[in-house]
């Protein structure tokens, strides 16, 4: 890692942390929708919905010290990436939940199980690794594994679609559906950005 002469502002690498965090909750949350019927659906949407705005509160923070701070610990485009992509995250996921509620789907297809497990996966490996910002070690192994999650994601999303349109579901439950699970492939889009800001990060400190 350089040698630094000036000190640097460390409240990020907790704000970073208690970021992902919350992502983790958001996981859990939709891992509970899988097996809620109708009210309990609503319920768990309002919940996401307060950790979703407790998401933008901690990026509101991150944005609040990082104009504030003359040096930071990192590249502040990086900061500003990081946070945006964390935020995005926590965004996709309450949308989905939403969706879900507004659209008073019955059944969710067969396989947003898995999308939802690649995306509890990704969110545990992103709270692992927040700390290790500090050291910049041991991250690598993160950055790997999200980005094969990633991967997995997009064949789980392909097996998606073929499956919605195979004639079982009729044209407006299509479009319900398909609009749910690209908006899960769209957060495990947002976990690789995560590791690919982490990953450059770690770059350019080395």
């Not at 040698?3 to 949350?29: C, H, Q």
């Not at 991150?62 to 990081?82: A, K, M, V």
């Not at 996966?121 to 070690?137: G, Y």
């Amino acid at each position: 890692m350089r040698f630094r002469l000036t000190p640097r502002e460390t409240s990020f690498y907790d704000m970073f942390a208690a970021s992902a965090d919350n992502i983790v909750t958001g996981s859990k949350l939709l891992m509970e929708l899988l097996g809620a019927d109708g009210p309990a659906r609503v319920e768990i949407a309002e919940r996401m919905r307060a950790a979703e705005h407790a998401g933008d509160d901690a990026t509101h923070a991150i944005f609040h010290q990082l104009n504030s701070s003359f040096i930071t610990p990192f590249d502040r485009e990086d900061i500003y990436s990081l946070a945006s992509s964390l935020d995005d995250i926590m965004d996709f996921m309450e949308e989905a939940v939403d969706l879900v509620v507004l659209y008073n789907v019955e059944e969710l297809p067969k396989g947003v199980e898995q999308q939802i497990e690649v995306l509890a996966r990704a969110a545990e490996l992103t709270a692992e690794a927040m700390p290790h910002l500090r050291t910049m070690d041991n991250l690598t192994e993160y950055w790997i594994e999200v980005n094969r999650l990633e991967n997995q994601a997009d064949q789980i999303h392909r097996k998606l679609l073929a499956h919605l349109f195979n004639g079982k579901y009729d044209a407006i439950e299509v479009l319900k559906l398909k609009q749910i699970v690209d908006v899960l492939e769209e957060a495990a889009d947002a976990f690789e950005h995560v590791a690919n800001t982490v990953e450059t990060i770690a770059v350019k400190e080395s």
